[in-house]
């Protein structure tokens, strides 16, 4: 016989455990996708509750909204400019130590 016939027969026992084979691994493969979507509604809800217990859900009124943007953005522009006096006054000791130290070895 030719190889090509062998090769395609194969009994009826055989295609049903085939069948039986794939059918679990499509219920396998749901069951794993059920439970990411589970897991991904329980973290959102969750998520949700703890927004709502610190009162992030409540609307605020635009101009009050703003007052509170404006607080904000000034003391994170005070931050910010705390740190860059911080780095210039470093820089400017690094400078002078390492003057001290040149004319310290010229002598």
């Known amino acids: 016989?030719?190889?090509?016939?062998?090769?395609s027969f194969v009994s009826a026992n055989e295609l049903q455990i085939e069948r039986e084979k794939r059918?679990?691994?499509r219920?396998?493969?749901r069951e794993e996708i059920l439970k990411e979507?589970?897991?991904?509604?329980?973290?959102?809800?969750?998520?949700?509750?703890?927004k709502r217990e610190r009162g992030d859900d409540k609307w605020v009124a635009p101009g009050i909204s703003d007052r509170f943007?404006?607080?904000s953005e000034t003391k994170n522009e005070e931050k910010?400019?705390?740190?860059?006096?911080k780095i210039k006054a470093a820089k400017k000791e690094q400078i002078r130590r390492n003057t001290h130290?040149?004319?310290?070895?010229?002598r």
Not at 1 to 7: D, T
Not at 80 to 85: D, L, N, S, T, V
Not at 101 to 106: D, K
């Open 37 to 50: 979507a589970k897991e991904k509604f329980l973290k959102e809800k969750k998520r949700q509750e703890l």
């Open 23 to 25: 059918k679990k691994e």
């Open 80 to 85: 910010r400019k705390e740190r860059q006096a």
């Open 1 to 7: 016989k030719p190889l090509h016939k062998m090769a």
């Open 69 to 71: 943007g404006l607080i």
């Open 27 to 29: 219920q396998i493969a």
């Open 101 to 106: 130290r040149n004319l310290r070895t010229q």
